[in-house]
């Protein structure tokens, strides 16, 4: 009960938790974190220790028959983001429609409609719903403007780089985080400059500007350690370890991994783990550790197909593939590969399929197929021209000319 507690303070009495948490406990479960070793080092949380559906339907009973209507609503909104960050999507995206609905056109409740519609598009990009994220957003942004909101608009055109960031269009994304940018006062805005510091040191990361993306990492962790924003403080542990995962410094690497995953589980924020999991799996896998790499790439499944993460699950198969790869199992590294390459293909992810294509270049270069390695390598090469990544431009460049 000790994570659900912290949000039911602000909006109920201590004998009213009290009897929250014996209606609770007739389901037979707690909202707690359990874990189990599966690493060397580190405790990992189990992907199911989450609020369960009865618990969630329970308490919005509860919270209806005791709360006012706005009180409901701004209790329903803390509900909704707590249960999102825990990887519940399904009841998360339940609970923010519900209060769409509920709010109507109520002008005082308009803001709170708006971070719902924000919600709502952040669980659709993590699914890949591109076109229903970028719809909800543009939503917002429309508000915001009738609203003269300079900061939700920068806030809405930061997300827009966002969703067209992982689509992998490189500059399409970076014009978004510029007009973001303009609208801020440096002064004012920290949290969102901070945001936007982390966007653009992604997209400095995978140009394969590695000293201008910590950079970029290292001015937002300044800024969200002063703002004790653990959430964000989780990212960016992540992100800086993949930096260092691209420059092959992998101690450094699974530190940050690390630091990240014990800041997700404090948080119960499960929806963070799966990819962590799936970069220490990548690096196992280069340190020819296959048994670990595939243990955290089964871990990483586990969580990102609960999630209905699949960008995510495209790059399992792609890890899975270059694990199968190392172990001479060509047919299933073809078939692993293959299925990324489909995935990223539907969903439209430019940088993804562009890296599969890599991995499976290099399968076929092993298995002595040159006209399939020359061809998959070519249309990779196209894609990290367009984003002017010098580091894989060069790797490709040298794949091809040995096939000579």
């Keep these: 009960m000790q994570k659900i507690?912290?949000?039911?303070?602000?909006?109920?009495?201590?004998?009213?938790?009290?009897e929250i948490r014996k209606i609770l406990s007739v389901t037979g479960e707690?909202?707690?974190?359990?874990?189990?070793?599966?690493?060397?080092?580190?405790?990992?949380?189990?992907?199911?220790?989450?609020?369960?559906r009865a618990q969630i339907d329970l308490l919005i009973t509860y919270a209806q028959n005791k709360l006012s209507h706005l009180k409901q609503v701004q209790f329903f909104l803390t509900l909704g983001e707590n249960i999102k960050n825990s990887g519940e999507y399904d009841s998360a995206v339940n609970i923010f429609n519900s209060i769409v609905n509920t709010t109507g056109n109520e002008s005082k409740l308009s803001n709170i409609k708006i971070n719902c519609y924000l919600a709502l598009a952040d669980i659709y990009e993590k699914q890949a719903y591109w076109k229903e994220s970028l719809a909800l957003v543009k939503k917002a942004k429309n508000a915001f403007k009738l609203q003269k909101d300079n900061k939700g608009i920068a806030f809405c055109e930061n997300f827009l780089g966002t969703i067209y960031g992982e689509r992998g269009n490189i500059k399409k994304a970076k014009s978004h985080f510029e007009v973001s940018l303009s609208l801020l006062n440096p002064a004012k805005d920290k949290a969102l400059f901070g945001i936007l510091e982390v966007n653009l040191g992604i997209l400095n990361n995978i140009q394969g500007n590695f000293d201008e993306a910590y950079t970029c990492f290292h001015r937002a962790l300044i800024i969200f350690e002063q703002?004790?924003?653990?959430?964000?403080?989780?990212?960016?542990?992540?992100?800086i370890g993949m930096v260092f995962t691209q420059k092959g410094e992998y101690d450094a690497a699974f530190s940050e991994f690390d630091k990240s995953i014990a800041l997700s589980i404090e948080l119960g924020a499960f929806s963070k783990l799966g990819i962590t999991y799936l970069s220490k799996a990548f690096i196992f896998s280069q340190l020819k550790d296959y048994h670990l790499a595939s243990a955290f790439a089964d871990k990483a499944m586990e969580f990102c197909d609960k999630l209905n993460d699949r960008l995510s699950m495209a790059d399992i198969y792609k890890i899975k593939g270059i694990i199968e790869r190392s172990l001479n199992n060509y047919k299933l590294s073809e078939s692993f590969l293959l299925t990324s390459l489909r995935i990223n293909q539907e969903l439209s992810n430019g940088l993804n399929k562009a890296e599969t294509l890599y991995e499976l270049g290099k399968l076929y270069v092993v298995m002595n197929q040159k006209n399939k390695a020359r061809e998959v390598f070519k249309s990779?090469?196209?894609?990290?021209?367009?984003?002017?990544?010098?580091?894989?431009?060069?790797?490709?460049?040298?794949?091809?000319?040995?096939?000579?």
């Excluded at 874990?35 to 609020?51: F, G, M, Y």
């Excluded at 990779?380 to 000579?404: A, D, H, P, T």
């Design 5 to 18: 507690e912290k949000i039911l303070v602000p909006y109920f009495s201590t004998d009213e938790i009290n």
């Design 30 to 52: 707690e909202w707690l974190v359990s874990s189990l070793d599966v690493t060397r080092q580190n405790k990992e949380v189990d992907s199911r220790a989450k609020i369960s």
């Design 380 to 404: 990779s090469l196209e894609y990290f021209r367009n984003i002017n990544s010098s580091g894989m431009i060069r790797k490709l460049k040298e794949e091809i000319f040995q096939l000579k």
């Design 227 to 239: 703002t004790h924003d653990l959430n964000r403080i989780a990212d960016l542990r992540h992100n």
